[in-house]
C-alpha cells in the first residue's frame, strides 16, 4: 500500500499543480477579457453604468470559477499527497474561506442570496402591447 501511495505521488503533484495553474489562467484571462470589453463598451458605446455592471459581472464569473477549480486543486493535494490531520484541517479553513468568497461573488453578481429564486425582468424599457 505505501507503495501504491509513493508511485502515485510522481503523477498526482503535478496533476495538482496543472489544475491550480488553470485556476490562475482562467482568472487571468477572465480580468483580461472582461477589462478590455469593457474598455470598449464603456468608451465607445454604452453608458458607464451598463458597461460597469456588465465588468463586475463578468469578473465575477471568472473569478468564482477559478475559485472552484483552486478548491479542487487543493482537495486533490490534500487527500492523495498528504490526508493528514493538519492537513486537512487547513484545507477545509481554505474551503471555508473560498466558500464564502463565492458566495460573496454570486451575491453581487446576481443581486440575490443563493436560496432565493431568481427574479423576473422587470420589462422597463419595453413598449406596452
Known sequence: MV????????WIE???????LLAVV?????????SVNYLLEGALREPFGEA??????RLGRGLLLGLEILIAGDVIRTVALEPTLANASVLALLVVIRTFLSWSLLLEIEARWPWQPK????GQGRAKA
Open 3 to 10: 507503495a501504491l501511495i509513493e508511485a502515485s505521488r510522481g
Open 14 to 20: 503535478p496533476i495538482s499543480l496543472l489544475v491550480e
Open 26 to 34: 482562467i482568472i487571468v484571462v477572465a480580468v483580461v477579457v472582461a
Open 52 to 57: 460597469y455592471d456588465r465588468y463586475k459581472v
Open 119 to 122: 427574479r423576473e425582468p422587470t
